[in-house]
Nanobody
Framework: QVQLLESGGGLVQAGGSLRLSCAAS????????MGWFRQAPGKTREFVAT????????SYADSVLGRFSVSRDAAKNSIYLQMNSLKPDDTAVYYC????????????????WGQGTQVTVTV
């Protein structure tokens, strides 16, 4: 089992920045990918970004490309999501996820999930 704990959410004005953190514990060595997803009110949860733990290669949803950046600190078993130029449409609960297969993780078929952290962007 892998446990994921997110932190860093909050309230920010449009155009501002936030940095989310996700700390992994348990059998974290069994995962190859970690990433971020989000769920806005009344919408389904969607992919935001992933990072491959072996070489730190990343992928992003088109809606956040150029504004968000995912990174990893291997020593702390943690990943981060730096969010810049935030928009009201970015308001959502952000979830950290981890898994062995990128496709299954992105399609949310399998993987481990955190409890989420709220991000609210005001105009």
């Amino acid at each position: 089992q892998v446990q994921l704990l997110e932190s860093g959410g909050g309230l920010v004005q449009a155009g501002g920045s936030l940095r989310l953190s996700c700390a992994a514990s348990g059998r974290a060595e069994s995962t190859y990918f970690m990433g971020w997803f989000r769920q806005a009110p009344g919408k389904t949860r969607e992919f935001v970004a992933t990072i491959r733990l072996s070489d730190r290669s990343t992928s992003y949803a088109d809606s956040v490309l150029g504004r968000f950046s995912v990174s990893r600190d291997a020593a702390k078993n943690s990943i981060y999501l730096q969010m810049n130029s935030l928009k009201p449409d970015d308001t959502a609960v952000y979830y950290c996820a981890a898994g062995q297969d990128w496709g299954a993780l992105v399609r949310q078929i399998s993987g481990y999930w955190g409890q989420g952290t709220q991000v609210t962007v005001t105009v």
